[in-house]
């Protein structure tokens, strides 16, 4: 659709450490992408602090709305709905966006519509790639999240497996923490990965009997945690871009292997990946590699696109609006909810 026939969504994202408002066009192009994190602020605590996020997600929202309006050049009157995160998430988090993007809707006299936080990570890739369209198996790796999940279509998803215990991201900021990188420390472990020679530590990867596509993180955690504990008891020197290496190998093990299995499995001769551990460089790699052997077309999102943004959810608002997915007045926050909800 193009021209007057057009439809502009401004999504609205607070469920986490980012405040983010975004204005995107039939759901493939970014108008506008304001973002302010918060990552600085809750750094000092190591890791978020649900409260201050509520706060400074309020105090900052309605500015931001002002600047994604003003970055797109476009009136409120040109909007044609809002969007908003209303789960899964830090519930006072997703409360302050819930609550605004309700009011804007019901000012400008537009439709509601609720999106999934984890959706709206997928639809990151329709951002990057306008000729990407379900199926496809995606693979989204946040830091509360580790899901290999078939999409369908656009509003119809499956999840083939998912972590026992610990996100791939949760284990990257934890081994991050014990390393002294300080949070969130996913990127910082891809950084100093980088820097290792070629020693490696022996760690753990599991595997849960009878549920191949299942991953488990918290072994892997503690086994980075009780070497570098050892190491500090012992008075023995710990490489550190050695361990942050061993233990993005670690992870890719796991992820990798399951992520063209789940896309074997079902089918699927494309594979996207999503959320803020599909940044990291060594994961990319091996998937391209991987991909490229087994005949799989690979999709992952620019690193700008990876972490939290509200341009992925009016993307994803986009494809619900089209199906009629719109919120009456009484919308509330959810803290969790699977993403197959109905
Ligand atoms: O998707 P996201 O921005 O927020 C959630 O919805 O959770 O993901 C944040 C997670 C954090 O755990 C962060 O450490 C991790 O993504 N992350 C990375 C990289 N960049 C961010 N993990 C590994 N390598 C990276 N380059
Ligand atoms: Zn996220």
Do not use: W
């Not at 057009?6 to 970014?30: F, L, N, Q």
């Not at 044609?80 to 605004?100: K, M, N, R, S």
């Not at 490696?200 to 955690?221: C, Q, V």
């Not at 608002?317 to 969790?336: C, F, H, I, V």
């Amino acid at each position: 659709m193009k021209g007057k026939f057009s439809v502009k969504i401004i999504a609205i994202e607070s469920s986490c450490d980012e405040t983010a408002v975004s204005i995107v066009e039939d759901g493939r192009k970014i108008l506008s992408n304001a973002i302010l994190s918060q990552a600085d602020m809750h750094a000092l605590y190591g890791g978020v602090v649900p409260e201050i996020a509520s706060r400074k997600h309020i105090e900052c929202i309605a500015a931001l709305t002002e600047k994604a309006f003003s970055d797109a050049g476009l009136k409120k009157e040109d909007i044609d709905a809002v969007a908003v995160t209303f789960a899964p998430g830090l519930i006072g988090a997703l409360l302050v966006g819930v609550g605004f993007a309700k009011s804007l809707a019901f000012a400008l006299g537009k439709p509601l519509i609720p999106v999934h936080h984890i959706r709206g990570h997928i639809a990151a890739n329709y951002l990057a790639f306008p000729e990407l369209e379900p199926p496809f198996m995606c693979l989204v790796a946040s830091g509360g999240h580790s899901l290999l999940i078939d999409v369908k279509d656009y509003t119809e998803f499956e999840i083939l497996g998912s972590t026992r215990d610990d996100a791939a991201g949760e284990a990257f900021d934890k081994c991050a923490r014990v390393l002294g990188l300080g949070y969130p420390g996913g990127a910082k472990i891809d950084e100093l990965a980088k820097t290792a020679g070629k020693e490696r530590y022996k760690l753990p990867r599991a595997h849960i009997d009878g549920a191949e596509l299942d991953m488990s993180f918290s072994g892997l955690k503690t086994a980075v945690i009780n070497l570098a504990h050892r190491a500090e008891q012992t008075g023995q020197e710990l490489d550190r871009a050695s361990l942050a290496a061993s233990f993005c190998d670690a992870v890719c093990d796991t992820l990798v292997p399951r992520i063209i299995k789940a896309a074997q499995l079902a089918g699927r001769n494309k594979i996207a990946i999503a959320g803020g551990v599909a940044a990291n460089s060594f994961l990319r790699e091996r998937l391209q590699k991987e991909a490229k052997s087994s005949k799989i077309e690979l999709f992952f999102p620019p690193l700008s696109l990876c972490g939290d943004n509200g341009a992925m959810i009016a993307a994803q608002g986009y494809y619900e609006y089209l199906r009629g997915n719109t919120a009456k007045s009484d919308l509330n926050a959810r803290a969790t909810l699977p993403i197959d909800f109905k």
